[in-house]
């Protein structure tokens, strides 16, 4: 148990990583779904073997064909309404009170305004009055009134209802009902031509002031909860298939074209295989299936990883960062299977070659879409048209941090997508009948996620502390606070970084690289000399070196430390970790040669810990970064050259690096002989012209 313990402390890092990839290969298998072994469109050949049917299934009706026999029954739906004898009895008991109170009201009134009445003429009449304008209101309400029918189902293009009427149902004309409008309307009227026919003026005015119309409401209804459950009956008796397929019928022989009926049996076929692919047995042989797919892309992604990029698995960050990638766009692509172009494969190799290189980013993305194309319709198109648009995203984003310039790799994605999906469509139709122009909507959709980029890029460079070329292009200003900082208190130490930034930045150029890391880092690799720039000799005034108030241990000691001054600036101002990387590691290990040579001179006797003029480094792990090491020495030593000529420039060169090469401060570069050769050839050249003498022009005479 205690070897076992033991083991888990040394390695928990390999094996946190190993955990990250077996639970992203988890999460894309819990995620994944089924798939069809066979592909097909409709008006291209059938590519396969003769399939005959291996057991019996029904034929489904496709969507239109249900929605079709929907609508007709709508069509013909009647909606149901309900019969409310209650309201014409509260409105005619209304009515009759106040009729009662209005006579006598309407009396009282005439009498004070000394006006001649016959009282008893006036209250007969009013009786046959009160009888013919009840006997209207009953002949209204009988008839019906509707409430509003706007929006309610079966009547968008039917006339006719359902009255439920004392629990008997009647089929009725919507325009033989009275609507609140029309019964008002009739009313007004009917009621104005009676009032003409009466001939005692204090009838008529009588009448006037009941207002008849006031006592006109809605008596019939709709049965929402009645109506939905006939429709729901209705729909449920409609039959989803229409016929079956015996087990051994031929559903499609090679080579012949899929028609709509072979297309609908095909799909008919399709469902039938992925629910008999749920039962227990065969779900636990489909798992089994995926799990060696799905591994197996891993496997290779980590194959690549090891071979290529090691420095990514031996960080915990970067390989979740990586795994992460590919595990959101999978699981994304699960939830959107039938519309997966509106997803933004090309995003993938863009968030990719911003913080590495253009290998790595079309790798990633070839693999994810190698994953997603298992179980995408058309799955050799989906994956052809998105690793040519990865390709493009990655030649349009080389300098992203353009203005406009991920702007124009959203339109050349859109473009490319468009073109190859028009030109694969016709090469497998040869017509444009069959083109999904729904497609090119989606592909212009996806091609604007695209600019969701730079917010993205922007999380993922806080979240996991990687440097953007966003990122390095600002730090890159020398208005930034810094390097101000730098120029202004050690103006010599600036001058020398920024020719560092210059030699390093063609040197990467030369041999592959992010020159843009290098010349940032190159800027600010020297920032801890701000602390005691005179004690750097660029910084220095003739007459004066402050070293010769120290020892030389104390000299060294002094030197070594603008490493941890430097540290400890750039966590202040927060410079990102790849920045700080290049002041950490920029004299790797080596010695500080004057002091500890002079040290030893003075001292021959006397043992010396060589930790006091060491750096404590670590060394070098980065191209970029074993770059700066060599631009910033050779640099450095070819400002105490005093007489400059080439044969002087190459050994100072060739001497400086071969040092480096002998204390082994690049054992952990990705860098060649050839490398070498051509960083070494690069600096003399440019050395040369930086020291160049001036052509001696003849005196005058």
Not at 312 to 324: A, D
Not at 543 to 560: C, K, L, Q, R, T
Request: charged fraction near 20%; charge should be negative.
């Amino acid at each position: 148990m205690k070897r076992f313990l033991d083991y888990i402390k040394r390695n928990y890092k390999h094996i946190f990583r190993g955990f990250l990839f077996v639970l992203s290969i988890a999460l894309v298998n819990y995620f994944f779904p089924g798939k069809f072994r066979y592909e097909y469109k409709v008006g291209s050949p059938w590519s396969y073997n003769t399939l005959l049917a291996p057991y019996n299934f029904p034929i489904y009706k496709s969507e239109d064909q249900l929605k079709q026999e929907k609508d007709s029954i709508l069509n013909q739906f009647k909606p149901y309404f309900n019969y409310a004898d209650s309201i014409e009895s509260i409105n005619i008991s209304k009515f009759n009170q106040h009729f009662n109170e209005k006579e006598t009201e309407f009396i009282n009134i005439v009498k004070e305004e000394g006006k001649y009445l016959n009282e008893t003429a006036f209250i007969n009449n009013n009786v046959t009055i009160k009888s013919d304008l009840l006997s209207i209101l009953n002949n209204i309400y009988r008839l019906g009134i509707i409430e509003s029918i706007e929006n309610i189902k079966g009547l968008e293009n039917n006339s006719e209802i359902i009255l439920l009427r004392n629990n008997i149902a009647e089929e009725i004309g919507i325009n033989d009902l009275n609507s609140q409008k029309k019964a008002y309307e009739f009313i007004v009227d009917t009621v104005n031509k009676y009032i003409e026919q009466l001939k005692i003026e204090n009838n008529r005015n009588f009448i006037k002031a009941l207002n008849p119309y006031d006592y006109i409401e809605s008596n019939i209804f709709y049965d929402q909860k009645k109506s939905d459950y006939e429709w729901n009956e209705l729909v449920n008796d409609i039959s989803i298939t229409k016929g079956m397929v015996q087990s051994g019928e031929k559903i499609i022989s090679e080579g012949d074209i899929i028609t709509n009926e072979v297309y609908n049996i095909l799909e008919s076929f399709s469902y039938e295989s992925k629910s008999k692919l749920e039962t227990f047995n065969n779900s636990r042989r489909l798992l089994l299936g995926q799990i060696i797919f799905i591994t197996a892309c891993f496997l290779v992604l980590y194959l690549f990883l090891w071979n290529f990029r090691r420095e990514i698995l031996q960080h915990s960050f970067k390989t979740l960062f990586i795994l992460l990638i590919v595990v959101i766009f999978v699981i994304v692509s699960s939830f959107t299977e039938n519309i997966l172009y509106v997803i933004p494969f090309a995003i993938i190799p863009i968030i990719i070659r911003t913080f590495y290189d253009a290998r790595l980013a079309l790798f990633i993305h070839i693999i994810t879409v190698l994953i997603v194309g298992f179980f995408a319709p058309n799955g050799f198109e989906f994956v052809f048209l998105n690793i040519i648009a990865g390709i493009i995203a990655i030649f349009s984003t080389t300098n992203y941090y353009r203005r406009g310039g991920l702007f124009v790799s959203s339109i050349l994605v859109f473009i490319t997508y468009s073109v190859i999906y028009f030109g694969l469509s016709i090469t497998q139709d040869g017509t444009f009948n069959n083109l999904n122009y729904s497609n090119f909507k989606f592909f212009a959709f996806n091609s604007g996620l695209i600019l969701l980029s730079y917010p993205i890029i922007y999380i993922f460079e806080k979240t996991f502390g990687f440097v953007s070329d966003l990122t390095l292009m600002e730090l890159s200003d020398t208005n930034q606070k810094l390097l101000r900082a730098l120029a202004e208190k050690a103006p010599g130490t600036f001058q020398h970084s920024m020719q560092v930034a210059n030699l390093a930045e063609e040197a990467i150029h030369k041999i592959g690289g992010n020159p843009l890391l290098v010349r940032t880092g190159a800027l600010y690799h020297d920032i801890g000399k701000i602390n005691n720039p005179i004690y750097f000799i660029e910084n220095q005034r003739a007459g004066f070196n402050p070293h010769d108030m120290h020892e030389f241990d104390e000299s060294a000691n002094i030197i070594i430390s603008h490493v941890k001054d430097g540290i400890e600036l750039a966590k202040k101002n927060n410079l990102p970790d790849p920045l700080i990387e290049f002041i950490r590691t920029h004299h790797g290990t080596t010695k500080v040669q004057y002091f500890y040579r002079s040290y030893i001179k003075k001292f021959p006797d006397k043992d010396v810990d060589i930790n006091m003029f060491t750096y404590p480094g670590p060394k070098p792990y980065s191209k970029e970064m074993a770059v700066l090491m060599m631009a910033d020495s050779v640099e450095a030593a070819s400002r105490s050259l005093s007489d400059i000529n080439e044969e002087k420039i190459s050994n100072l060169v060739e001497n400086i690096i071969d040092n480096q090469m002998q204390e082994g401060q690049f054992d952990h570069v990705d860098i060649n002989f050839k490398d070498v050769t051509e960083i070494k050839n690069l600096f003399k050249d440019k050395l040369m012209n930086i020291y160049h003498a001036r052509i001696k022009y003849p005196e005058k005479r």
